[in-house]
């Protein structure tokens, strides 16, 4: 008995969490997009159907190696280690021109205490 109760006062819960997220939202809240799903499962749109026949094909059966012999790109890879070295020198040098700045005037500040 227990069980059913809980269970009662989890979908009171649900239930009230979906009015009071609907009330605010801007377009469709979540009320109104659960019964476009229902209605969309008893009589879906053509994009719908089309998923549903992608999603019941048979899966291709293909190895990872076939997978990446076929996916390969001739070309550079996308990370050049040249590239890397200057951007964090650049990075080092405008974090140098931040802080020494702040260093300088706190030591001034230091001294004349």
Known sequence: MAVVIWILVALLVAAAVLVVVS???????????FLRGLRGRRHP????????????????????ADFLRATASEGDGYLHPEELVEDLRTARERAAQVVRPRREAAEAQGATR
């Open 45 to 64: 749109d053509a994009e719908q159907a089309a998923a549903a026949r992608a999603a019941a094909a048979d899966p291709v059966d293909l190895s990872l």
């Open 23 to 33: 009330s605010g939202a801007d377009e469709d809240g979540p009320w109104r997009t």
